[in-house]
T-cell receptor
Framework: KNEVEQSPQNLTAQEGEFITINCSYSVGISALHWLQQHPGGGIVSLFMLSSGKKKHGRLIATINIQEKHSSLHITASHPRDSAVYICAFAVRTDKLIFGTGTRLQVFP | GAVVSQHPSWVICKSGTSVKIECRSLDFQATTMFWYRQFPKQSLMLMATSNEGSKATYEQGVEKDKFLINHASLTLSTLTVTSAHPEDSSFYIC???????????FGSGTRLTVV
């Protein structure tokens, strides 16, 4: 079993829809990261969270440490949100363990 | 916010030549640098971790003599692909971490094509 699993693997949406991407992990962690990889390959760190909820613009990330689950929500999705979204966490040596990613396509 | 500049963004080289990729942290001190490789539609694969002034720690299966990593200063790390072969064609991306907090800042990546 992978240490971190994401769902769905692929997601298509119409512009304006509310998007949810889920991440479940199997080990105790201190912080979870949400990353966005653009079609060109560059990666942007969206959130690092260890409890509760964080919001940045139309993006909201939540985490439930007891249930070992995190979600990334996108409100009022836009075609420019099309990207691969990756959850990740660091283990003892600072190495990031990555989820398999969710490929999101938002159509106008 | 923290920025990591990675160059070049793409490079085409002939088989047998060497290619150097640079990652610079522009506004923070990168005590730890991570180098990743990514194949199309796959997740990032960690190649090595380097701390400033120390030898890099390579992941199992990564040839340290082929992928030379130097982290000589707190703002610069380089990955040199030596004697490149077509199978080394891939997307390479670095990530830097400073002393404060748990944040990781990624470079923009380098697409290497070996012909």
């Amino acid at each position: 079993k992978n240490e971190v699993e994401q769902s769905p693997q692929n997601l298509t949406a119409q512009e304006g829809e509310f998007i949810t991407i889920n991440c479940s992990y199997s080990v105790g962690i201190s912080a979870l990261h949400w990353l966005q990889q653009h079609p060109g390959g560059g990666i942007v760190s969206l959130f690092m969270l260890s409890s509760g909820k964080k919001k940045h613009g139309r993006l909201i990330a939540t985490i439930n440490i007891q249930e070992k689950h995190s979600s990334l929500h996108i409100t009022a999705s836009h075609p420019r949100d099309s990207a691969v979204y990756i959850c990740a966490f660091a283990v003892r040596t600072d190495k990031l363990i990555f989820g398999t990613g969710t490929r999101l396509q938002v159509f106008p | 916010g923290a920025v990591v500049s990675q160059h070049p963004s793409w490079v085409i080289c002939k088989s047998g030549t060497s290619v150097k990729i640079e990652c610079r942290s522009l506004d923070f001190q990168a005590t730890t640098m991570f180098w990743y490789r990514q194949f199309p539609k796959q997740s990032l694969m960690l190649m090595a971790t380097s701390n400033e002034g120390s030898k890099a720690t390579y992941e199992q299966g990564v040839e340290k003599d082929k992928f030379l990593i130097n982290h000589a200063s707190l703002t610069l790390s380089t990955l040199t692909v030596t004697s490149a072969h077509p199978e080394d064609s891939s997307f390479y991306i670095c990530s830097a971490r400073g002393d404060s907090g748990y944040g990781y800042t990624f470079g923009s990546g380098t697409r290497l094509t070996v012909v």
